[in-house]
């Protein structure tokens, strides 16, 4: 008896030692695509350092989470499906279909269904994320890329590369209500949270338009200037607004830089020094910081969003591509 | 009988009081040079604005402790800026000992009671001291050119400076008594400060230098200088670098001891160079 007690006793405490050695998973995680090692690197956003680094399927680039960030969604590109995954078990949950070559998507604000840019035959494909059911796909130019969603939800923005234009659909109808003809090769869409503006950036025009979503015209065309940085290597990709709408950030590629752009004024304030072709960025939950992937330098950067400063850069897998932080 | 007079003892306080004079006169004599002071802060200014603007993308591709991410050239160069300001401040106050020694208050100072390696040593701080002076204004315009440091690391480098200060000081000093030519400002820039400044890492990460020549890498890694640039840096951002505290206490306790014997007029070089008499 004496014995059994012992044994219970020392599992108990091998059962919280190994509590103990698991990842603590309260903090907050940002989870990074890395387009060129198949892999998706879990980051602790506490420590900085990376907790995990988990195999996806090949050539991972797009990836956002469900609204209670328990679930991360993955656009594994070369094998033409979406990947789910559970945030804190860090295993594949689920593939969804996507529709060939998935670049990036967009999910619902009330997290279904799941837009998917088909990059490879011109298309938006909507997905019912519960029970992968197809629910259109709707045509649009060519080369579709970028993907945005207003706050309500009435309104799916999709950016086409070749064709340089943003179009926007009406979610409820899924057909094009509009196209906006913007600068050069557009790669991202994104909405103010208060659903006033859209911001197109243009990786070749390099420029950020700015739309009006009432009128759906452009109100401003935003271009930047960085001294000893050559004009081509300006190329704007990633683009985030904070939720107060006191600031933005546009990764700048190859300019290895993030500008600080004041959405009121809509003027560039700063420029951030990070790594190597800069493409998407994502907030941590509470907006305090901000990180950058870094394509050719094989890490992300954080940025302190109030102190508009980089603080860190982390090293990732190879070619990280996208990032989003779920608490 | 008369009363055998005395032993004179000198009081820690003396010692004190005329460590804090040397400074103070050292310190006044700085403030009231307006051209020393401009020069020495617009030298490290001019690379600040000049080379390190030219040079701002080329260099700012990897990162290296202690930096936690990517800095630009201007950030990189500050350290090595903050050093050379140093280095011009350590020789050029030890040289001008030689004059001071055979034509100003040194002369005076050198036949107070006070013991010989004291007085040198009180000198080097007071070197130190303005340097420090030099340094903060070098900062405080940097800052104003976006290189902004740690708030600690303005504190955390006074130690670091005060040891690197006393390496380069004591260096200049041994240089002034061994050198018979080294009255020539001119030539210790040439044969000292530029060789020493540009085989260091303050213009660029010793990882580049090895990539372009193992040979001049080598050199650099034997320049004390590199290890005066390394302490500095890690300071700057509250880090502490052990391998450069090391070599540049190091170096400072050689320097120093040298230069004390070299001084000594009854046993070092300033005897056989016939000691301030001969300069007449």
Redesign the interface.
Known sequence: MKRHLLLSASLALGGLLMADALPAFAQSRAFISNERDHTMTVLDMDTLKVIETVKTGRRPRGITASPDGKLIYVCASDDNRVEVYDAKTLKLVKTLRSGPDPELFVLHPSGNPLYIANEDDNMVTVVNVENNDLIAEIPVGVEPEGMGISPDGKYMVNTSETTNMAHVVDTATNEIIENILVDSRPRIAEFSADGKQLWVSSEVGGTVSVIDPATWKIIKKISFKI???ADDAIQPVGVRITKDGSKAFVALGPA?RVAVINPKTLEVEKYL????RVWQLGFTPDQKFLISTNGN?N?V??IDVAAE?????VTTGRAPWGVVVVP | MSEAPRPFRLSLAGYAICMAGICWREGLRFLNQRGRFLSALVRPLVWLFIFAAGFRSVLGVSIIPPYDTYVLYEVYVTPGLVAMIQLFNGLQSSLSMVYDREVGAMRILLVSPYPRWFLLVSKLVAGICVSLLQVYAFLAVAWFWEVELPPIGYLAVVPALLLSGLMLGAMGLLMSSVFRQMENFASVMNFVIFPMFFASSALYPLWRVQESSLVLWWICTFNPFTYAVELIRFALYGQFNPLAALVVAGCALVFLAASILAYDPSAGVMARRGGPEDAK
């Open positions: 001294p000893g940085v290895n020094l990070v790594g190597q330098s890490d950067s954080i400063k980089v603080t860190k850069s």
